[in-house]
């Protein structure tokens, strides 16, 4: 069974800063999507970054970067340019790929992220 | 656009008190997943739902039934509800066809369950 590991609780960091938070996961599949959301204190879950595993090309979404080993099956999220608004729940998910015959989408436990001006 | 909709948002239940989350989504989309969120434990899995008329078990489904009732709707029934469903409940749904890389889930605004 495939299983996400965020081993970060809580991270901080200033305005204007740079942030990476961790994610780690365990699966035998080859085709695979992961992804990042995040939850603001409204409890809504926004999709950040998605990344693909065929891609090896690391996906970027304006201030929002990864940093995928698919080797070390490690799927990191670099925050650039802190801001106020970054402060939220953010979970690092897995969704096998097309090639399987299941539609699981599992997460992580999440790393609460606060942001100082 | 409506999106993901779950009902009720906030509901306070009795030990042995059943209920029934309704979710509806109005994207076409065949995959539709029930979480449940408790302080660090992330969003668990309890079931989910590749296309209508299957439904198959996630990560923790003891004392939850499901129903797809045809695409567009999922519900989640609490047949006898215990405090250890205490909780923020969400339903998701995505398309399954990952061929153009429309992968993404979208999430209702979650249902917080008490049971005392």
């Known amino acids: 069974a495939q299983t996400v590991t965020q081993s970060q609780p809580e991270m901080s960091v200033q305005e204007a800063e740079t942030v990476t938070l961790s994610c780690t996961y365990d699966?035998?599949?080859?085709?695979?999507?992961l992804f990042w959301y995040k939850q603001p204190p409204s409890r809504q879950m926004i999709l950040v970054i998605r990344q693909e595993a065929y891609k090896q090309q690391n996906a970027t979404e304006n201030r929002f970067s990864v940093n995928f080993q698919k080797a070390a099956k490690s799927f990191s999220l670099k925050i650039s340019d802190s801001q106020l608004g970054d402060a939220a729940m953010y979970f690092c998910a897995y969704r096998s790929g097309r090639s399987y015959n299941t539609d699981k989408l599992i997460f992580g436990t999440g790393t609460r992220l606060q942001v100082f001006p | 656009n409506a999106g993901v909709t779950q009902t009720p948002k906030f509901q306070v239940l009795k030990t042995g008190q059943s209920m029934t989350l309704q979710c509806a989504q109005d994207?076409?989309?065949?995959?539709m997943y029930w979480y449940r969120q408790d302080p660090g434990m992330g969003l668990r899995l309890i079931y989910y739902?590749?296309?209508?008329?299957?439904?198959d078990k996630g990560e923790v489904p003891n004392g939850y039934n499901v129903s797809r009732l045809n695409k567009r709707e999922f519900s989640l029934r609490l047949e006898s509800a215990a405090p250890s469903q205490t909780s923020v409940y969400f339903c998701?749904?995505?398309?399954?066809?990952?061929?153009?890389?429309?992968?993404?889930?979208?999430f209702g605004q979650g249902t917080r369950l008490t049971v005392v």
């Open positions: 998701a749904s995505s398309p399954s066809d990952r061929v153009y890389g429309r992968t993404e889930a979208f």
């Open positions: 699966t035998s599949e080859s085709d695979y999507y």
């Open positions: 994207m076409n989309h065949n995959s």
């Open positions: 739902s590749a296309s209508e008329g299957t439904t």
